[in-house]
Structure formats: structure tokens, C-alpha cells
């Protein structure tokens, strides 16, 4: 088996592109936590909607 020891490599995996991408990503979650929040009430509507749908398809 091949042992990858990424501790002494990590410089060369976070390139500007990686890292930019990493970034972005973070920003993403935030901006999904600040939606939930705001719209939770609606979310979970749509949640019981979907559970309702998908049992009545599965029948």
C-alpha cells in the first residue's frame, strides 16, 4: 500500500486556483446558512411536501 504523507506537500496543493476555489466555497455556506435561516419556515414546507410526495409515489 502506498503511504501519501501530504504534510510536506500541502504548499504545492494550495495553489491560487485551490484556494480561490476553497474561498468560494466558504462563502457558499454562508450564504446557504443565511438563506435557511431567513426562509426556514418555507424550507420546512417544502420538506413535508416532498415526504408526503415521494411516499404517495412509492405506493
Known sequence: ???I???ENWQK???PDIVKQLT???EFK???RLFIEAHRD???EL???AKIQ???AAQ
Open 1 to 3: 500500500m502506498r503511504i
Open 5 to 7: 504523507d501530504y504534510k
Open 13 to 15: 496543493l494550495l495553489s
Open 24 to 26: 468560494l466555497i466558504h
Open 30 to 32: 454562508g450564504e446557504q
Open 42 to 44: 418555507e424550507l420546512n
Open 47 to 49: 420538506v413535508e411536501l
Open 54 to 56: 415521494s411516499t404517495e
